[in-house]
């Protein structure tokens, strides 16, 4: 039974060291009944406290394979509903705040997309010649429209293989919300950029002729990352000058520019494994979010390895920063004195949708 809900105003005054004390302690409480899930670009004040870190599809996998009656996502919203998705009805999952969001997933709504789908049946059948495929980072409603429309999700670490997928059913791709990793995987995979279109949603029929939509095998959304769109070629180039036997290596919502110029291009968590694997005394170049580079690059200082962030700006996710020690703390103290704070839940047939399109990529990857 519920007791007294711990305050998040009482708090914010408490010292970092304190506030460490405190989260520890309440996880220590909960023992098994809670497991915290960490997103690679956490800030390490919370992502020390997380009992699983990874990616978007290694955690996805583990939302769907956990036993704790509270999954503590320390990530932004759309995660939080996967593992909502993902998980027994009995279970609950909880994000610590609900202002963790993400402008990329905003950019595509269940509205926009649907009104996509009219216009595109103006040109041609879509549930017979276009495949939905919404990158993870987009809502539940929007995974939910892809498995009813023979849709699936992916990640960065497997959208190559899941537009295979997609192009062994049907001729053409809709690809949401982000142009840029529809854009470079659609390249990986061998499609001429002539045949990519962007879909601009605020324009009739996505600012494209029918000639244009009849001609395109992937239509790419008009969104992407405020946080890798700040990459530039130029930071490249400037950085090799300089660092001629240097590495540089991006995440694929980078521009295609920035990717081309890239020795690797890969997802966040092959990012960690190919400068943890690299040689001793390498240098390297990176194109992703900030608290994981700079976590990353005192991780192998000791190996003599240099690793610096491709923006000279400060460039971290401010959505994901909004995860501080403070709601992490206020979370699971509630949980402790019986009180749940800040559930995610996705209605039952939404999640039910959404469930499809999920584990079609699951079972891909």
């Known amino acids: 039974m519920a007791t007294s809900a711990v305050s998040l105003d009482k708090l914010r005054p408490a010292r970092p060291e304190d506030l460490d004390a405190r989260i520890r302690a309440a996880k220590e409480k909960l023992g098994k009944r809670a497991i915290i899930l960490g997103h690679h670009y956490q800030r390490e004040e919370v992502y020390r406290h997380a009992d699983v870190h990874g990616d978007s599809l290694m955690l996805s996998r583990e939302a769907a394979q ?8 320390c990530g932004v919203h759309f995660m939080a509903e996967v593992a909502d998705i993902m998980s027994r009805p009995e279970q609950v999952s909880i994000l610590p705040d609900l202002a963790a969001g993400c402008s990329m997933a905003d950019m595509a709504d269940i509205a926009k997309v649907e009104q996509a789908w009219r216009e595109l049946g103006q040109v041609l059948d879509p549930d017979e010649s276009v495949t939905p495929v919404t990158y993870i980072n987009s809502a539940a409603d929007l995974k939910a429209f892809c498995g009813e429309h023979g849709g699936i999700v992916c990640t960065s670490s497997n959208a190559t ?13 809709l690809f949401f919300p982000d142009q840029h990793l529809g854009r470079w995987t659609g390249y990986q995979l061998g499609v001429p950029l002539e045949d990519m279109a962007i879909w601009d949603p605020d324009q009739p029929m996505g600012g494209l002729s ?3 939509i009849r001609k395109a095998r992937v239509l790419l959304w008009k969104g992407f990352c405020s946080v ?4 530039q070629p130029g930071h490249i180039d400037r950085w090799r000058a300089a660092n001629p036997d ?4 991006s995440h694929p919502e980078s521009s295609f520019e920035v990717c081309l110029k890239s020795d690797f291009v890969g997802s966040t968590d092959f990012i960690i494994r190919t400068i943890k694997g690299a040689e001793p005394g390498t240098k390297w170049l990176v194109g992703t979010e900030l608290n994981l580079v700079s976590r990353l690059a005192e991780e192998v200082k000791p190996e003599g390895k240099q690793v610096e962030f491709m923006s000279p700006m400060v ?4 959505t994901m920063f909004r995860i501080d020690p403070e709601h992490l703390a ?12 800040n559930q995610i839940k996705v209605p039952a047939d939404e999640a039910e949708l959404a469930r499809v399109a999920l584990q079609r990529m699951l079972d891909l990857s």
């Not at 206020?330 to 704070?341: I, P, R, S």
């Open 246 to 249: 240097g590495f540089v290596i």
């Open 315 to 318: 460039c971290m996710c401010s």
């Open 66 to 73: 956990q036993d704790a009656e509270f999954i503590v996502f």
């Open 228 to 231: 890798h769109q700040m990459f």
């Open 161 to 173: 293989k899941i537009l295979k997928w997609a192009f062994d059913r049907r001729e053409k791709v």
């Open 210 to 212: 029918p000639e244009e």
């Open 330 to 341: 206020w979370a699971l103290e509630n949980l402790v004195e019986g009180k749940v704070v």
